[in-house]
């Protein structure tokens, strides 16, 4: 257990509807990073937050948007979905803002039909 | 743009043998190295990492080697064990673009050791 929660686990929904992700970092932790991991792909960085606020995006599309909570957990907000962001999504926290290991949660299986 | 490259999509070795993982990179900036190991309907669990002004680092079974001339850096597990079979990911921080903690992932070797 990495103490990184993610939920839901899975989520299946329809295209052109919106859905949100949500992660709860390590207790202590002040960076979130969420990565897409596509079929057959390796993980795609999508964007970090730092003690609430953004600090680096990836290729992240303009249909996905995240926040950081002052509490900070994270959500992952996809609109529009199609048929091609069916993919596992995973939350990552650490410490510190660049360096520190990265803690992943179980990800969130996102299927769009 | 890959920055960071798994050519080897799986690999098969025997209990105990010595298992080889390979990683190339191109991005010359990158500063740090990690090796995540990733069984199936988990997240990826650090395993093994180095700096970049190191060219090795051991931590019990694993040890990982950087060529930075090559830019190639490869994990060795030794003696493999079935337990090990996992998807291994390669991955690269610091890629002189800002100032974040983000990860660059190879495309992940699937490595399955035979009892």
């Known amino acids: 257990d990495s103490g990184v929660t993610q939920t839901p686990k899975h989520l299946i929904t329809a295209t052109g509807q919106r859905v949100t992700l949500r992660c709860s970092p390590r207790?202590?932790?002040?960076?979130v990073y969420w990565y897409q991991q596509s079929l057959d792909q390796g993980l795609q960085f999508l964007i970090q937050?730092?003690?609430?606020?953004?600090?680096a995006k990836g290729n992240i599309l303009e249909r996905f948007s995240a926040q950081q909570f002052p509490d900070l957990h994270s959500e992952l907000n996809l609109s529009s979905l199609e048929l091609g962001d069916s993919a596992l999504y995973f939350c990552?926290?650490?410490?510190?803002?660049?360096?520190?290991?990265?803690?992943f949660g179980p990800g969130t299986r996102l299927t769009v039909l | 743009d890959q920055q960071v490259k798994q050519n080897s999509p799986s690999l098969s070795v025997q209990e105990g043998r010595i298992s080889i993982l390979n990683c190339d990179y191109t991005?010359?900036?990158?500063?740090?190295f990690l090796w995540y190991k990733k069984y199936p309907a988990e997240g990826p669990t650090f395993l093994i990492s180095?700096?970049?002004?190191?060219d090795k680092n051991e931590d019990g079974r694993f040890t990982v080697f950087l060529n930075k001339s090559a830019k190639h850096l490869s994990l060795h597990i030794v003696p493999s064990q079935p337990g090990d079979s996992a998807v291994y990911f390669c991955?690269?921080?610091?890629?002189?673009?800002?100032?974040?903690?983000?990860?660059?992932f190879g495309q992940g070797t699937t490595l399955q050791v035979k009892p």
């Open positions: 180095i700096s970049s002004i190191k």
């Open positions: 991005n010359s900036m990158f500063d740090y």
């Open positions: 991955a690269a921080r610091g890629d002189g673009s800002s100032n974040t903690g983000k990860l660059i």
């Open positions: 207790s202590g932790d002040l960076s």
């Open positions: 937050y730092y003690n609430g606020e953004e600090r």
């Open positions: 990552a926290s650490s410490a510190g803002l660049v360096k520190g290991e990265q803690f």
